[in-house]
């Protein structure tokens, strides 16, 4: 069973930066993307930026600008750098990885990890 870890999340100043990384526990292939959602309190999960197999990224209007997500092949590990962050960035920030094999797709999430942006 693949395992997705996230880490890197924290308390900061409005106006700061933090990294996100995510690790799959083993090497996959045929990623069909890697992505990183958030779930701020009475929200619903929004997804905030992804990145496929090619390497083509997509982001949420309010974080264009501001994140960049970026990835490793080997191991499999996505990265989201939060630079301007601003109070409403605050959520528990989720990854979530897709693979196919033999014509199926297969997801996996991470636990979360919380950022907290606050003065």
């Known amino acids: 069973q693949v395992q997705v870890v996230e880490s890197g999340g924290g308390l900061v100043q409005p106006g700061g930066s933090l990294r996100l990384s995510c690790a799959a526990s083993e090497s996959i292939f045929s990623i069909v993307f890697m992505a990183w959602y958030r779930q701020a309190p009475g929200a619903q999960r929004e997804l905030v930026a992804i990145?496929?197999?090619?390497?083509?990224?997509n982001y949420a209007d309010s974080v264009k600008g501001r994140f960049t997500i970026s990835r490793d092949n080997a191991p499999n590990t996505v990265y989201l750098q939060m630079n301007s962050l601003k109070s409403e960035d605050t959520a528990v920030y989720y990854c979530?990885?897709?693979?196919?094999?033999?014509?199926?797709?297969?997801?996996?999430w991470g636990q979360g990890t919380q950022v907290t942006v606050s003065s």
């Open positions: 990145i496929t197999q090619s390497n083509s990224t």
């Open positions: 979530r990885l897709q693979h196919w094999v033999g014509g199926i797709t297969y997801d996996y």
